[in-house]
């Protein structure tokens, strides 16, 4: 069985990248991370040199894996106009992966504790950030939620397990979050198109496909910021 071709675009943030799967294997990587969101002037270039190691031979594809935020309505937009383009093109099927997710493939390789949890996390305004919680094992344990970041918001899974924070939204509520012991930090995690292979790899193999018709990406501006009564477990 031949293995998968998937082409996989992520621009969920200011850093706009591109890989190139075979099976598990990256076959191609590009990424640039540039002041004033150039989504628009990099990515067909990118996409254009990752073909390139296909001798252009589009119709050798078998997916398309594009980001489907949270994050940039910009970025967001423009990766996955593409994506639907390809799509539709040459009638392949488009995947779509979490932009909080694929930060958290980049962050195990940080983290030798198995029971601990990953906290990926998005800058939004002010104490706010997007974050989810996943175990070791890329299973989400709670869902994304816009939260404003204070000694209590996590504490409740800070008390159970050591948690590793990462991500553009990290900086601001470290001051926060490193007064409990349980708090760890990862430093410079950004998505990147290559860490979408093992979670595009999985859906693809398991069917897992949106309509490329009517998929829409999760854009920011359309979360609405506000404090879980919930308890987490």
Do not use: W
Not at 84 to 110: E, H, R, W
Not at 113 to 131: H, I, Q, S
């Amino acid at each position: 069985m031949n293995l998968p071709l998937i082409l996989h675009i992520e621009t969920s943030t200011q850093v706009c990248s591109v890989a190139l799967s075979s099976g598990t294997e990256c076959i191609f990587s590009k990424s640039a991370n540039e002041e004033g969101m150039n989504h628009a002037k990099l990515l067909n270039g990118f996409v254009a040199e990752a073909m390139n190691v296909l001798n252009n031979d589009f119709h050798a594809l078998n997916a398309v894996a594009v980001s489907s935020g949270p994050g940039s309505y910009t970025g967001l937009r423009i990766g996955v106009s593409t994506a639907k383009g390809l799509c539709y093109g040459l009638d392949i099927p488009l995947i779509s992966v979490g932009t909080l997710d694929i930060m958290t493939v980049a962050a195990l390789n940080s983290i030798n504790e198995k029971e601990a949890l990953l906290c990926p996390m998005l800058d939004a305004r002010r104490m706010e950030v997007y974050a989810a919680v996943f175990n070791t094992s890329l299973e989400m344990v709670r869902p994304i939620a816009a939260d404003i970041v204070d000694n209590n918001t996590y504490k409740e899974i800070l008390d159970q397990n050591s948690v590793y924070f990462f991500g553009n939204g990290m900086n601001k509520c470290k001051p926060v979050l490193q007064q409990h012991p349980h708090a760890h930090f990862i430093d410079e995690i950004i998505p990147l198109a290559e860490n979408m292979i093992p979670l595009a790899l999985k859906a693809y193999q398991q069917k897992q496909f949106v309509d490329t018709a009517y998929f829409e990406p999760f854009y920011l501006k359309e979360f609405h910021t506000t404090e879980s009564k919930k308890k987490m477990f």
